[in-house]
């Protein structure tokens, strides 16, 4: 028999098992603090890395200068926390990773800075992937 995904169903909501994630903490950080704000942030779109240690998503724009905006609406939040990102800006897209350096893993700071992004990206009027801005 056909399982629902073959048939083109959508597949169910999955919650993601602690299990599943292999996150590498920064020393002295809450497993059970920082579990839950991971899979809420799972759910959202960021991916931890496969070192564990960070994580990332992709914010998509309709032009350059509203990613610009977005990159600095989070470089204002990384001065007031001491704590950076590395950025990647594209032609309608912004690449963030968040990782803790000292001590290396990771930590709720990353992941209340990754939070952080999501709100400023509704604000500048993130689109879906697709939609962001491309090269005539
Ligand atoms: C002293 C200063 O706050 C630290 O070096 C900060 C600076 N920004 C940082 N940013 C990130 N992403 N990880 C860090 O460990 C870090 N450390």
């Known amino acids: 028999m056909a399982s629902t995904a073959e048939k083109g169903a959508p597949s169910p909501a999955r919650e993601i098992k602690t299990t ?54 989070v470089a204002a939040e990384s001065a007031t926390k001491k704590h950076h990102p590395t950025m990647t800006v594209k032609f309608g897209s912004v690449h963030v990773h968040w990782t803790t350096h000292r001590p290396a893993g990771l930590s709720m700071k990353d992941l209340e800075l990754a939070a952080h992004c999501d709100r400023g990206a509704e604000l500048v009027g993130a689109v879906a992937q697709g939609e962001g801005q491309k090269c005539s």
């Open 20 to 73: 599943d994630l292999n996150p590498v903490l920064s020393a002295g950080e809450d497993e059970e603090q920082i579990v839950p704000a991971l899979q809420s942030l799972l759910r959202a779109g960021w991916t931890l890395d496969t070192a564990g240690t960070g994580v990332s998503k992709t914010f998509f724009f309709k032009t350059y200068f509203k990613g610009i905006s977005f990159t600095n609406l």
